[in-house]
C-alpha cells in the first residue's frame, strides 16, 4: 500500500540554523501538506500547496518558512533560522483532491531546536 | 476560535467498556467535512473515518460507529467493546469546503484502556 514518507525521522539543530524537512507523498496525490504538533499538544496546520504553489498558509507559516517541490516526488519545508519554539513533530500529508478527501500522513519528523 | 472542540481530555476504561468520544464543531460553511484520526503511541496519524455535511446517516465499522447530527454540531465516536490496542489519542478534525484542505484538529482525547 502507498505511504507517505519523510525524512528524516529526527533532526537535532542549534537556534538560528536553517532545517529542510522532506517528504516524499503518494505518487497520484496532487495535494500536500504541512502540519506541526508541539509536544503533548494539538495538530495545527502550517500550509497546503497545490499546482506548484501554497493555496492556503496559517499565522504559524511566517517568512522563516518556505515550501518547495523541487522534482516530482520530493515536498520540502524549509525554516530558515529556527528558534527554540519550533521544536515539534512535523507532519507531511497528502491527498488527492482537497477538502472532500482524507489526508494521508507521513509518520513525521522531529525537530528539536537547542 | 476554536473550530474543533474535544471537551474530554482524557478517558479511561476497562477493557471490553464501550466508550464515547465527543466532538463539537463550528463553521458557517454549507459543506464541510469532518473526520477522525488515530494517533498511538507510536506517533503517526491513522485516518478512521470522513463524514460530509450532506450525509448524516451514522456509520459502523467494526467496532467503531460513528454519530453525526447537525442540528447539535457533533460528530460523535464510539469504540465498543474497547480494547488495549484502542489506546490511543483520537483526533475530530474539520475541513471546510473552501479552505483547500486544512484539517483543523480538536485538542485530541487520550483514550486508556487498561486490562
Redo the contacts between chains.
Keep these: 500500500e502507498p505511504e507517505v514518507t519523510q525524512t528524516p525521522s529526527h533532526q537535532v539543530t542549534q537556534m538560528g540554523q536553517e532545517v529542510i524537512l522532506r517528504c516524499v507523498p503518494i505518487s497520484n496525490h496532487l495535494?500536500f501538506?504541512w502540519?506541526r504538533q508541539i509536544l503533548g499538544?494539538?495538530?495545527?496546520?502550517l500550509v497546503?500547496f497545490?499546482n506548484n504553489e501554497i493555496?492556503?498558509k496559517?499565522e504559524i507559516f511566517d517568512d522563516q518558512f518556505s515550501v518547495e517541490r523541487p522534482d516530482g516526488s520530493n515536498f520540502t519545508l524549509k525554516i530558515r533560522s529556527t528558534k527554540l519554539e519550533d521544536s515539534a513533530?512535523y507532519?507531511c500529508?497528502s491527498?488527492v483532491g482537497?477538502?472532500?478527501?482524507?489526508?494521508?500522513?507521513?509518520?513525521?519528523t522531529r525537530l528539536t531546536v537547542l | 476560535a476554536q473550530k474543533v472542540t474535544q471537551a474530554q481530555t482524557e478517558i479511561s476504561v476497562v477493557e471490553k467498556e464501550d466508550v464515547t468520544l465527543d466532538c463539537v464543531y463550528e463553521t458557517r460553511d454549507t459543506t464541510y467535512y469532518l473526520f477522525w484520526y488515530k494517533q498511538p503511541p507510536s506517533g503517526e496519524l491513522v485516518f478512521l473515518i470522513r463524514r460530509n455535511s450532506f450525509d448524516e446517516q451514522n456509520e459502523i465499522s467494526g467496532r467503531y460507529s460513528w454519530n453525526f447530527q447537525k442540528s447539535t454540531s457533533s460528530f460523535n465516536f464510539t469504540i465498543t467493546a474497547s480494547q488495549v490496542v484502542d489506546s490511543a489519542v483520537y483526533f475530530c478534525a474539520l475541513s471546510e469546503a473552501d479552505s483547500w484542505g486544512k484539517l483543523q484538529f480538536g485538542a485530541g482525547t487520550q483514550v486508556v484502556v487498561t486490562p
Design positions: 495535494y501538506y502540519y499538544q494539538k495538530v495545527e496546520f497546503s497545490y493555496s492556503e496559517s513533530m507532519f500529508a491527498n482537497s477538502s472532500y478527501n482524507e489526508q494521508f500522513f507521513g509518520p513525521g
